[in-house]
C-alpha cells in the first residue's frame, strides 16, 4: 500500500533562517506531488505542484520553492523565512491516473518568530 | 479564478441531529468534486467524491453529497451523527483538466455527546 511520510512534524524558526521541509512517498511511482499551506480560518493554498523530478509549477508568488529531486522526493524550502511563512504545511500526491483523489500527509506545523 | 465557498465556519450540533454543510463554487465547465475531512491529530482525509453519474453520491461513515450542477453546490450531509464525527470538513474542487484541488476555507463541526 502507499504511504506519505513528511518531516518534520513541527518546526520553529527564527525570522531570516533557511527552511527545508521534506516529504517522501512510498509503494508508488511516477506520482504528481503538491505542497499546500494550511492557514487557520482560509482552508488550504496550493503553492506547488508537480508532475516529475525536476518539474515544479508554482501557484502563488512567494518566499518559498520547491524541488523534486527524486520521482518519490518533493522538498520546500526558503533561504529566509519571513513570519508569514507560518502555518500548517502539507504534502500530498496522486497517481495520475485520470482525474484521481490527492492523498494527503501528516503535515509540518511551522512557526516562525 | 476558481473559487470554492463553504458558509459555514463553525457548526455545533448534538448527537443525532442531522448534519448539511454547504458548499457552493464558481466554475461554468466539468468539476470534480470532493469532501475532505481532518479529524483531531489525524490526516486530511477523503471522505467522499464526485466524477461523473449519479450526483447523489455516498461516502463513509454514512456521509453522503448531493450534486446540484444548475446551484454550483456540493452540500455534504449525514442524517445522525455522532461524537466521533467531531472534526473539521473541506469542500474542494478540481475543474477541466486542471490538477489544482480548489479548496473551501473549512467547517468546524463540534458534535455535543
Known amino acids: 500500500s502507499q504511504t506519505i511520510h513528511q518531516w518534520p512534524a513541527t518546526l520553529v524558526q527564527p525570522v531570516g533562517s533557511p527552511l527545508s521541509l521534506e516529504c517522501t512517498v512510498e509503494?508508488?511511482?511516477?506520482?504528481?506531488l503538491y505542497w499546500y499551506r494550511q492557514a487557520a480560518g482560509r482552508g488550504l493554498q496550493l503553492l506547488f505542484y508537480?508532475?516529475?523530478?525536476?518539474?515544479i509549477s508554482s501557484e502563488v508568488p512567494q518566499n518559498l520553492s520547491a524541488s523534486r529531486p527524486q520521482d518519490r522526493q518533493f522538498i520546500l524550502s526558503s533561504k529566509k523565512l519571513l513570519l508569514s511563512d507560518s502555518g500548517f504545511y502539507l504534502c500530498?500526491?496522486?497517481?495520475?491516473?485520470?482525474?484521481?483523489?490527492?492523498?494527503f500527509g501528516p503535515g509540518t506545523r511551522l512557526t516562525v518568530l | 479564478a476558481q473559487s470554492v465557498s463553504q458558509h459555514n465556519h463553525h457548526v455545533i450540533l448534538s448527537e443525532a441531529a442531522s448534519l448539511e454543510l454547504g458548499c457552493n463554487y464558481s466554475?461554468?465547465?466539468?468539476?470534480?468534486l470532493f469532501w475532505y475531512v481532518q479529524y483531531p491529530g489525524q490526516h486530511l482525509q477523503l471522505l467522499l467524491k464526485?466524477?461523473?453519474?449519479?450526483?447523489l453520491v455516498k461516502g463513509i461513515k454514512g456521509f453522503e453529497a448531493e450534486f446540484i450542477k444548475s446551484k454550483f453546490s456540493f452540500n455534504l450531509r449525514k442524517p445522525s451523527v455522532q461524537w466521533s464525527d467531531t472534526a473539521e470538513y473541506f469542500c474542494?474542487?478540481?475543474?477541466?483538466?486542471?490538477?489544482?484541488?480548489?479548496f473551501g476555507s473549512g467547517t468546524r463541526l463540534l458534535v455535543r455527546p
Open positions: 500530498a500526491w496522486d497517481p495520475r491516473q485520470g482525474w484521481d483523489t490527492q492523498y
Open positions: 464526485y466524477f461523473s453519474g449519479d450526483p
Open positions: 509503494g508508488t511511482s511516477n506520482p504528481n
Open positions: 466554475y461554468g465547465g466539468t468539476v470534480n
Open positions: 474542494a474542487v478540481t475543474s477541466g483538466s486542471s490538477y489544482k484541488l480548489i
Open positions: 508537480s508532475v516529475g523530478i525536476g518539474q
